[in-house]
């Protein structure tokens, strides 16, 4: 019984971690546009506005246009070209987190399959046993997410904040260099690890959770072989959404205070800490945004009129004589 999902059928090159980082690339490359919108969701910025339609109980809603509007919305204002800002930095991430995960792995090797170690003691592990084979993998492989993210984490904070300028219509990141002074000229060195705390936080609870998910299921429910192979990704699935509000503050603190309009005032508060960050997010029910592509109702202020939503702007309560 594994831990993750086995990944023995697949064709001998894709266990090559570098072949694996370009075939990962080349996806990111693809779906750069929508994960573009995303992170600007994430960050708060929602430049089309909601429009007025209904649940499926016919309850009246304010829902705002879809991500792909939002691609439309980006690619008018900044053409083709303007939909793949911040890719860069991004692809450099992968060869980087790959070469950072066959250096971390030739020196603390994974554990062997269940099987395999089966197989070598010629007789099925204890429970104690594989027990401690959770523990111990949950230990290795937090230890070398948190690694690869604190190693690429300059990449992230560079291609963060390089989409982010699209809020405040400004060019200050330009290629890999530019990017890198800008970071250094307005926070210093520690900027490039802006927002990493909770990136961190939230890589060792996506192993922790999913892999002891991931166990439990296959010893208590399910006993099929082939079954079980499938385990571990719907466990990483659900998990990744548990997780997500740690990537919503992360990337809000790598913007948050960047020199970038889209890290003050009116566009974002001014966060003490990455705790502050999170605590305000909660309460405005903001940690999942931009967790959907489609069906994303406002959460703000608003008041129904008839069979209308309408958002609450602080403007509506100011006095004509103010």
Known sequence: MSVAAEESDWPASFHDPYV???????????????DYAKTLIQLGHEPLKPVNTTTFL????????????????????????????????????????????????QRWPALP??????????????????????????????????????????????????????????????????????VISENGFIGFWAGWVPRAIGEVCMVAISYSMTYAINKYILSDKEMQKLTGHVSEFLTSSLVYPFTVVSNVMIVSKSGLA?????????????????????????????????????????????NKVFPVDANMFMSKNQ
Not at 20 to 34: D, E, F, I, R, S
Not at 89 to 100: D, I, K
Not at 270 to 299: A, E, P, V
């Open 262 to 306: 889209a890290g003050y005032p009116p566009f974002m508060p001014l966060y003490s800490d990455w705790l502050d960050c999170f605590r305000h997010l909660n309460s405005q029910k903001q940690l999942k945004r931009g967790s959907k592509m489609i069906f994303r109702y406002y959460t703000g202020p608003q008041q129904i009129v008839g």
């Open 58 to 105: 016919g309850h009246p809603k304010l829902m705002y246009p879809s991500i792909f509007a939002y691609i439309g919305h980006i690619r008018r204002r900044d053409g083709l070209v303007g939909l793949y800002a911040g890719l860069g930095p991004r692809v450099v991430s992968m060869g980087l987190s790959a070469f950072t995960g066959e250096y971390f792995a």
């Open 113 to 182: 399959t269940v099987d395999e170690e089966e197989k070598k003691k010629g007789r099925p592990l204890s429970e104690q046993e594989l027990q401690d084979r959770l523990v111990q993998t949950i230990w290795r492989d937090a230890t070398l997410k948190v690694t690869c993210s604190l190693v690429t984490h300059p990449l992230q904070v560079m291609a963060v904040r390089t989409m982010a300028q699209f809020v405040g219509h400004e060019s200050k990141y330009k290629g890999l260099m530019n990017a890198f002074y800008e």
């Open 20 to 34: 694996h980082a370009a075939l990962k690339a080349g996806v990111v490359a693809l779906l750069h546009p929508m």
